[in-house]
Every structure is written in C-alpha cells, then in structure tokens.
C-alpha cells in the first residue's frame, strides 16, 4: 500500500503548479482521497478532500477558489492543481487516505512560492 506525490518545486507568486499523487496496492476507486500540508513550525492542515468517485469535493478556506482537487480512477492518481500561488502556501503537500482504520500517508512533496 503506498501513495507517492510528485510535481512540486519553486514557483513565484501568482504561479500554478499542479501535484500528482499515484497510488498502489490498494483498490484506489474505492476510498476518498485527501490532500494536506505542513508549513514549517504549523501543523498538517487539510487542504481538500474529493470522493471516491470524483463527484464531490471540498476546500479548506484559504484555498477555495484557487485549488483543484481531481482524480483519474483508471490511473489509480489524484491531483491537486493549484493557482494564483502565494507565499503562505508553501509547505509540503501530502496525499492521504484513510483505509481499514489506518491512515495512508505519501512522503510529500515540497512546493516552494517565493520570487
């Protein structure tokens, strides 16, 4: 069982950047997926949730209207897009499920908004 996020990296304020997450040994379709983050000397907030399915999602308030949570259940991958970068969401991004009540973590993925 296993989630690896990749896509993260240095982008200036006002930029894009778009994160993957791949998972594997687990029947991916059938869990709600969840993305977090962790900025230095905070705590792991969540950023967004998106149902099995792909039917619903939700945000947290600091990043409503800017981030976008999909999933491709073929290719057992869940993304996070997110635009109009600003300084307060760097930190690293984890993928996240929570299967047979133990919670799945990826290692992260550092995403950097600085000029």
């Known amino acids: 069982v296993q989630l690896v996020e990749s896509g993260g990296g240095l982008v200036q304020p006002g930029g894009s950047l778009g994160l993957s997450c791949a998972a594997s040994g687990f029947t991916f379709s059938s869990y709600a997926m969840n993305w977090y983050r962790q900025a230095p000397g905070k705590e792991r907030e969540l950023v967004g949730s998106i149902t099995s399915a792909g039917a619903s999602t939700n945000y947290a308030d600091s990043v409503k209207g800017r981030f976008t949570i999909s999933r491709d259940n073929a290719k057992n991958t869940v993304y996070l897009q997110m635009n109009s970068l600003k300084s307060e969401d760097t930190a690293v991004y984890y993928c996240?499920?929570?299967?047979?009540?133990?919670?799945?973590w990826g290692q992260g993925t550092q995403v950097t908004v600085s000029s």
């Open positions: 996240h499920t929570r299967r047979l009540f133990t919670d799945i």
